[in-house]
């Protein structure tokens, strides 16, 4: 509750001072806030911090992002955890592509892809695919069930009211918002899911570890500890650290997904080089059963 208590009172410092801050400090703390707010989010979707859950919704529901509604990435997460992680078609979270698609796609999308497999890609074009994969997939839903518009109905009237209070009692400019909160915040996330899942052949250990100090760790809320959260999802995010020393799982993810000292080493190895390829390695699903 509290990360959700200091969340809030930042957005609301952030909104109530901008005007009195230098223009990069606002979007900079927009970027961090939109990153964190996410976290927060995650966390919710995962039945914390309280015991009620519709205490726990309110206070995450407000597409602060203006794009993205809360039950819908609520919806696919935890599809994420139930199905075989990083493969096409199958995650909705994996940025893996079957060899048919890359076979068909356009150059231009082959560049993407590829740039979205380096680090400075994932947070420069990565919050466009991401964006645009979500429109896919939620479009091909609606084809077979109109429901699915109802929460984008519900979002839209709520990120109106999200945006009259920003732009218009608040007067953020739109676009130190739009740029600071809504791209930048999901680039920050993207540091923390860049290099916590690779499509190794053991399907138990495709999931990363890496490690932090205080300020990612408060930022991601541990998240970048993921093989412990796969294994453990329901797990409170300050007891990850012990978790993850409990059950070894830096062991088992360097064996897998792979172990980091943490994100500067992700940054050295990875700002400019591929961390993998944008082809998935592993055989289609139909062919595996």
């Given at each position: 509750m509290a990360v959700a208590v200091a969340c809030w009172s930042m957005f609301v410092a952030v909104l109530v001072l901008h005007d009195r801050l230098p223009t990069a400090m606002v979007i900079v703390g927009l970027a961090l806030l939109?990153?964190?707010?996410?976290?927060?989010q995650h966390e919710v979707l995962h039945g914390h911090p309280t015991h009620w859950p519709w205490v726990n919704v309110a206070l995450v529901c407000a597409?602060?992002?203006?794009?993205?509604?809360?039950?819908?990435?609520r919806d696919s997460h935890l599809r994420h955890h139930e199905v075989e992680l990083t493969v096409p078609g199958v995650d909705p979270e994996?940025?893996?592509?079957?060899?048919?698609?890359?076979?068909?796609?356009?150059g231009w999308r082959r560049l993407l892809l590829r740039a979205n497999c380096t680090l400075a890609g994932r947070l420069t074009v990565g919050p466009v695919l991401s964006a645009a994969a979500l429109a896919t997939s939620e479009?091909?839903?609606?084809?077979?069930?109109?429901?699915?518009?109802?929460?984008?109905?519900v979002h839209v009237a709520s990120a109106a009211i999200v945006a009259w209070v920003v732009f218009g009692v608040a007067d953020v400019p739109p676009w130190q918002y739009l740029?600071?909160?809504?791209?930048?915040?999901?680039?920050?996330t993207l540091v923390r899911s860049f290099a916590e899942h690779r499509d190794v052949p053991d399907s138990g250990a495709r999931s990363a570890v890496?490690?932090?100090?205080?300020?990612?760790?408060?930022?991601?809320l541990f998240n970048n500890l993921h093989h412990t959260h796969h294994a453990l999802p329901g797990a409170a995010w300050y007891r990850l650290p012990q978790?993850?020393?409990e059950m070894g799982a830096g062991d088992i993810a360097a064996a897998g997904a792979g172990r980091y000292r943490g994100y500067g080493e992700v940054?050295?190895?990875?700002?400019?080089r591929p961390f993998t390829t944008p082809v998935t390695s592993l055989a289609p699903i139909i062919e595996r059963q």
């Open positions: 939109g990153g964190w707010y996410m976290s927060l597409p602060l992002s203006l794009w993205l509604p809360y039950s819908v990435y994996s940025f893996y592509v079957e060899q048919a698609t890359w076979d068909a796609a356009p479009l091909a839903l609606a084809r077979k069930d109109r429901g699915v518009a109802r929460p984008w109905l740029v600071g909160y809504s791209y930048l915040g999901l680039s920050v890496v490690g932090s100090g205080w300020f990612f760790g408060i930022l991601f978790l993850t020393e940054v050295r190895r990875y700002a400019f």
